[in-house]
């Protein structure tokens, strides 16, 4: 740190040089994160000096935090459960396990070795979260349609089961799991189920009445214990803004820390000192947009997508699969090549290697028919350029 201070101005120069060089969002194919909504920006920044990691100061930010679980959970369809907001899908699914490893304590069912039932195309978060929990993977490969088999899970399951996961929205290929299939997998045995939907959460309930065909996934599917869902992705709410909801009223205080000595109420959560500039962006951009503004986006998000989707056809690339969601993976022969071609020339997307070499083009919200346009093109040179540079090789 230097000894005297620079004016503001200077300062305010340097970020902003800086932040010149993020790429615009007129240029990201890889990002389920978006240009997040300007109310729940203004919103973040009027909060920006709250902390709900102490409710005794921040009592009207903790009730606008309350307020926002009430409305997800409503919109998961079940008002009466519990939750909290978090930092995002990470820390989510990191208490989702916490609490599938008390439930299983209290009914005398943990073992020595616990175990949680995952598909191989689960989010990497969780491979963090059983590192720090010490849980062992049972990894159960994804069938022909890149979903989690219920009959697999089925047979994975024993003594040593405290969870199984079930992905509601994948984020390398978009794909929802069968999830009330793998509620009834699960049903006979004392296993918490949950459904990581940090992707889907805010486009399948939406979709689904728009008549897109999407298994249900939420908590009207009988058995679904918890669920990760992430304002900060298609949720449209600035970064952190996760939330993790439980199906009991009581389950989310099954993580629970005191935080004795400077006399606040007990955390939920895994971060103490925690922004309420998440809470209430989050109940700003719900309340703000509501079911009939989340519907109209939705329904463009889906057409951008179709109009990628018929572009790429018309250019000759085929699909890895057909997209249920707003992730585009198109097969893509030296992938990785063509992508960082691609960065060099400003435009960022990403590649799966998992199956066959892919380039995954996310649509996310700020992705439009113009940019689509644009994009296809710069793909075409970059992979004719590509191509011969390879041929050369
Ligand atoms: N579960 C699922 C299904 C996810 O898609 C993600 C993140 C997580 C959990 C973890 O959530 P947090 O990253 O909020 O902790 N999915 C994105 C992905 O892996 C994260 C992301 C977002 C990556 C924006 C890049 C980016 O530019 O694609």
């Known amino acids: 740190m230097r000894s005297d201070g620079i004016p503001a101005s200077v300062v305010r120069r340097r970020i902003a040089a800086e932040m010149d060089d993020d790429v615009p969002w007129n240029r990201v194919l890889n990002s389920i994160c978006t240009e997040p909504h300007p109310l729940g920006v203004e919103m973040a920044a009027a909060a920006a000096h709250t902390n709900l990691g102490d409710v005794r100061i921040f009592r009207g930010s903790k009730r606008i935090e309350r307020k926002a679980v009430q409305l997800l959970l409503s919109l998961l369809g079940n008002p009466e459960g519990s939750g909290n907001l978090v930092s995002g899908g990470t820390e989510a699914n990191l208490i989702a396990m916490l609490v599938a490893r008390e439930s299983a ?8 070795r616990p175990e949680v039932v995952v598909s191989s195309t689960v989010h990497f978060s969780f491979t963090k979260v059983f590192g720090l929990l010490g ?30 996961v079930a992905t509601a929205g994948s984020s390398e290929f978009g ?42 996934f939420d908590f009207s599917v009988d058995g679904v214990d918890s669920i990760t869902i992430d304002p900060h992705k298609y949720g449209l709410v600035s970064v952190p803004a996760g939330a993790i909801l439980f199906r009991g009223a009581e389950d989310a205080g099954k993580f629970a820390f005191d935080s004795f000595f400077i006399d606040t109420p007990t955390h939920h959560t895994f971060l103490g000192t925690r922004p309420g500039g998440a809470a209430v962006a989050t109940y700003a951009v719900l309340e703000h947009l509501g079911r ?53 020339w400003g435009w960022i997307v990403s590649t799966s290697k998992r199956f066959v070499e892919t380039l995954r083009l996310v649509v996310a919200r700020h992705v439009t028919r113009e940019m689509v346009d644009a994009f296809i093109p710069v793909l075409d040179r970059a992979r004719k350029e590509t191509e011969a540079e390879v041929a050369v090789e």
Do not use: C, W
């Open 175 to 216: 794909v929802v799991d069968a999830v009330d299939a793998i509620a009834r997998a699960v049903s006979a045995h004392e296993v918490h189920l949950h459904v990581d939907a940090a992707t889907g959460g805010f486009i399948i309930p939406f979709a689904r009445e728009l008549g897109h065909d999407l298994p249900q």
């Open 135 to 164: 849980l062992t993977p049972v990894v159960v490969p994804v069938d022909a349609a890149l979903r989690l088999p219920a009959d697999e899970v089925a047979r994975h399951l024993n003594e040593h089961t405290i969870a199984v």
């Open 292 to 344: 009939s503004g989340f519907l109209s986006i939705t329904r463009t998000n889906y057409e951008v997508t179709a109009h990628l989707v018929a572009g790429l056809r018309a250019a000759g690339y085929t699909l890895f699969i057909e997209p249920e969601l707003n992730i585009v993976v198109v097969r893509m022969p030296n992938a990785s090549k063509i992508s960082e071609r691609l960065e060099s």
């Open 105 to 112: 304590r209290a009914r005398g069912r943990l073992t020595d």
